[in-house]
């Protein structure tokens, strides 16, 4: 049977938590009620904390703020790490000049345009003029037409040997109670199978993530991973990468890991977590 | 070195010629030139012929009726074997009452109707009015909405276990000498992908194809499977099907195996044709 | 919730029941208790029955045999369609002269025996003499070093483009209430995922044992698909397989679908039974 | 047509070399001829340099004594990164009482024994006595008996639900000019399948290995990503890790990438080099 542990019990043991957006923090129906007494806590505590997404819609600034619009004043842009910034990581370090074609929004974008090269959507992509494209980034499943501009992706990889980095490696998103919506990693797969090539994927489970976080939550400090919790409600994003990367994890049940099946899931899967807790909430 | 041997001389040592429609008989640009000789030649040798076909995007009389309008008069529409035949069968077998959802232009609805059967184009579908959808069939990649229509699908599919048909397996299909589109088969890998299930798929490799036509072409006669010559220009499907039901195979070179990669592609798939030949012209 | 059906009152709506042979005849203990009285009452009624089985490691006269000394002897060898055979119809119809290599026991190799052609088990093959080796087969996991065979295997693949045919397409089997031991099907995997190939399967789920099987039922009789009865325990063979091809299917739970979770089997796969009872047997 | 390189040129720009082992500084014949010179440039030119390996068989001071007997004494076991380190790293963080299992000889359980945990190979291992298990570790393709104690892991896997550790993530090693044979990585893929759970992986291309690498570079110093230099033999090892980790990379056409084929492997895996050169010997 299950053993469910306090949260609040749990916390008191780390220096750094690092969260997982939605389904810890947020659902499809707003705030999860009261986890901004979670956040006061670990002011309270002085205990430092992260949030570790695999969303790449929007920058730092923007995710904030919707936070703030739903009256958590705690999520600051320089507390969130998403997957989108070591796009550009990539970008700054191995494509230097150019022009970089992406799938996605326009607030998407952020993150590639921080890197100072050129941007061009894949909508305003032309196939006889592709020989400026040196990169292609997939951010977001919005801003394009999935039947036109797939198969411009589809064509343009067959014609221009270029890397390709997926910015969100999650497949769906929750969007209400009963539906999903399929994510810009899914779509990545889709143009993985039809033209044989593994692209460059970044978000959690993949260790690149973690490592990033950590670095930046030591950035003043001396701090070792086992100083450190994943609160994730995901197995094999936060749980896995988290558990491989060396952190503690622990398997919240606000989100997609509905409480009766959590037992199953972690049997089938082997994703086994440090801890298994209610929410992330701490009253 | 590879070994290119005449097509006249291969057909004569059988007495049924199954072809490939799409890379041996005509390409983007229009038919094969002189492919209308080559059935002139069959008639006058009294061999019998039939196209095998994973396009399910249209009835056989307007497949027929699309070479018709090229100049070939040959392939009338009892010559036709198509994927969406199957597709038809199992809903006669397997869906008894209720309706059937699908994907694709209502040209494509044609199998799914011949069953007698209620049909609801995907896009009409609304989501909390599922409770009489006892199938679904992915027919064409045209016809619907890619991102709104295939996030209903996953919904639906979340929803109503019910059973899921491919009726084309390909993953894409070529639009000019240099440019492809994603076929049904491929977005049916990416819902596949995200909702954890595998669907039932027909259309070559699959041996129900070869064996739906083999019945077919034996309506009247009596005719072993070593009478049998497949003829097709992709090695996955119709050598690697046509191998696996004991048909001798001939790979063309007018299609998708171009003539200087043929050989290494051969080697690294290990499916092997019994013939290879320039192309399925008889002069 | 799940329902249950007799399987008495099923069977007699069809004409002929094809039988899957472990977890629905026999376990790892033996015979299921009262099974006997199934084809007693088969046999009182005039039905026809068949085993359809992925077992290919010895003859239908050996499997009979192995039936009879349970004290089961409504099996006989004519009533046995083993994926094996479809190993042999391949070698006969496409490999016409050499040796064929072999993974299993001697008495697997009965299959390709009956062909004519040389046979050779890998551990007796000689890396630098292969010229002769025109097809290999996989047939059994028994009857070898599966750390130096496997290995010969490989290098064998790699320098020699020939035909690989695997007979039986189970990933394991049980050898007792708690364990299983990986099959051969398991072993052809490892040897794909290696070599970067896709060998030839035969045994469910392909259609193709399914229609070999039909074909089987009809050598002196006018019957329809709808007259068959699929019985079975394992949906991703028996009941996909079954359903694919257009059969009726029953799901059988005394096998590897356990009651408690056959439901949520059901949900998570969407392979679908028509019936699902309790066990094959008819008191 | 590929553009080659002299590797000389290329090593001037960065302050630190990675190096991979097997087709870059040795192959199944012994040292690659003159490789001695290539470090030798280094220590003059004070470069720093490293070997990072997939290679878990071996301490690292046994690794290194291998090299010593081959003459090659420049490779010292501080300057040996193995997938080793990161099973030892995880089983000190996660794994804190009990006994760890393996599939490896003695000489790999180097690296589990050094975490204080009590060790086992799983030849000693009795299935009813799995109690005390907390985790299993794949070392090597040697010292077990492949049938026996594969099936013996299935049922560990079955019955206990314990993290999985591979250490060597490579599937095949070269062991002749033409002749290959199955690495533990390639096992590890067997077992994942049957047993339907992924594993955690350490080695090339997983960026954690790099990670590990780079910290151990810059232990006492001040260095960037793009100080550091990959160099390797295998696209979807060293040159997809090295990319992706954001380091330039140099692909050598000493080992498995061969020199007719590496435009088109380029091509149609899309894991393109910054560099490319003949070898990796400096003269």
Request: charged share 20%; with cysteine.
């Given at each position: 049977?299950?053993?469910?542990?306090?949260?609040?019990?749990?916390?008191?043991?780390?220096?750094?938590?690092?969260?997982?957006?939605?389904?810890?923090?947020?659902?499809?129906?707003?705030?999860?009620?009261?986890?901004?007494?979670?956040?006061?806590?670990?002011?309270?505590q002085n205990k430092d904390y992260f949030i570790l997404t695999n969303d790449a819609s929007r920058s730092p600034a923007l995710l904030a703020e919707s936070y703030h619009k739903l009256g958590l004043y705690a999520i600051t842009p320089d507390r969130i790490?998403?997957?989108?910034?070591?796009?550009?990581?990539?970008?700054?370090?191995?494509?230097?000049?150019?022009?970089?074609?992406?799938?996605?929004?326009?607030?998407?974008?952020?993150?590639?345009?921080?890197?100072?090269?050129?941007?061009?959507?894949?909508?305003?992509?032309?196939?006889?003029?592709?020989?400026?494209?040196?990169?292609?980034?997939?951010?977001?499943?919005?801003?394009?037409?999935?039947?036109?501009?797939?198969?411009?992706?589809?064509?343009?990889?067959?014609?221009?040997?270029?890397?390709?980095?997926?910015?969100?490696?999650?497949?769906?998103?929750?969007?209400?109670?009963?539906?999903?919506?399929?994510?810009?990693?899914?779509?990545?797969?889709?143009?993985?199978?039809?033209?044989?090539?593994?692209?460059?994927?970044?978000?959690?489970?993949?260790?690149?993530?973690?490592?990033?976080?950590?670095?930046?939550?030591?950035?003043?400090?001396?701090?070792?991973?086992?100083?450190?919790?994943?609160?994730?409600?995901?197995?094999?994003?936060?749980?896995?990468?988290?558990?491989?990367?060396?952190?503690?994890?622990?398997?919240?049940?606000?989100?997609?890991?509905?409480?009766?099946?959590?037992?199953?899931?972690?049997?089938?899967?082997?994703?086994?977590?440090?801890?298994?807790?209610?929410?992330?909430?701490?009253?």
């Amino acid at each position: 049977m299950l053993q469910l542990q306090d949260f609040k019990s749990i916390v008191t043991k780390y220096k750094v938590i690092f969260f997982d957006a939605f389904g810890v923090l947020k659902n499809y129906k707003g705030l999860i009620p009261g986890i901004e007494h979670t956040f006061n806590y670990l002011q309270e505590q002085n205990k430092d904390y992260f949030i570790l997404t695999n969303d790449a819609s929007r920058s730092p600034a923007l995710l904030a703020e919707s936070y703030h619009k739903l009256g958590l004043y705690a999520i600051t842009p320089d507390r969130i790490i998403s997957s989108g910034m070591l796009a550009k990581e990539y970008l700054d370090l191995k494509v230097n000049h150019g022009t970089v074609a992406y799938l996605g929004t326009e607030d998407s974008a952020h993150y590639i345009e921080r890197s100072g090269l050129k941007t061009l959507p894949i909508s305003q992509l032309e196939l006889d003029n592709i020989s400026e494209v040196n990169a292609l980034v997939l951010l977001d499943d919005e801003g394009f037409d999935w039947n036109k501009d797939l198969n411009k992706v589809i064509n343009l990889l067959r014609n221009r040997n270029i890397p390709v980095i997926v910015a969100n490696t999650d497949t769906t998103y929750p969007v209400s109670q009963s539906q999903v919506a399929i994510a810009i990693g899914g779509v990545a797969e889709l143009i993985e199978n039809v033209v044989g090539k593994k692209f460059i994927r970044f978000g959690k489970p993949d260790s690149q993530l973690f490592n990033f976080a950590f670095e930046h939550a030591c950035n003043n400090c001396i701090i070792d991973k086992n100083d450190i919790l994943m609160v994730g409600d995901t197995l094999h994003t936060d749980i896995m990468g988290g558990n491989k990367f060396g952190f503690d994890t622990a398997l919240i049940l606000t989100g997609i890991t509905q409480p009766h099946m959590a037992e199953q899931y972690i049997r089938s899967t082997g994703i086994i977590p440090t801890y298994i807790c209610d929410s992330a909430v701490i009253r």
